[in-house]
């Protein structure tokens, strides 16, 4: 029999050879959305690794040229363009990963560091904002929850995250984390 690992919601699955048997409703439950014929029943074990999952998007906001900037933006972020010429983003990362923060270069085979504030800032009109957001996971080890908002000239800038509650909490609070 094979064992079936499906990752939601990137439907990628890996197969492994082993055993029939059914897996416990807590470890399909918890550690993975589907598992078929099992192997913890038989006292083999695997290593279960999370990945953050994340998902993102932007405001509406105004830029100068929207040719100019969807050509600025990588292939990872999907630009919608509405018809009162305002755009907005959201993450077309496969891997789920949110903003991306490099960028892979083919002539050095390398990823390169990408700021995607300077990116848009260097598009927007002067009277708009941006704000990008982001909430992910990675299972339920921790949730993670930012907003940031920027004028054209970065001068102005403001973040908000939820983790910023436990500032205004007692020292040794514990945290939602794992």
Known sequence: MKLS????PLYASTLLNTASHSVGP?????FMPRLTPGLFSRGLYLLLMANYIATC???YFKVVDVGKFKAAIPSSIHVAVCADGTVFLCGDDP???GWPTTIYNDETDEDDDFDL???IASHLQPDSWCVLQEVGAEKLRYLVGESIAFNKDLEQRFCVSISD???HLPEGTSTCEY
């Open 26 to 30: 807590f470890l399909t439950k918890h």
């Open 95 to 97: 891997d789920g990963g």
């Open 57 to 59: 998007r932007s405001n």
């Open 5 to 8: 690992i499906t990752v939601a």
């Open 165 to 167: 509650i436990y500032k």
């Open 117 to 119: 504030e300077e990116v």
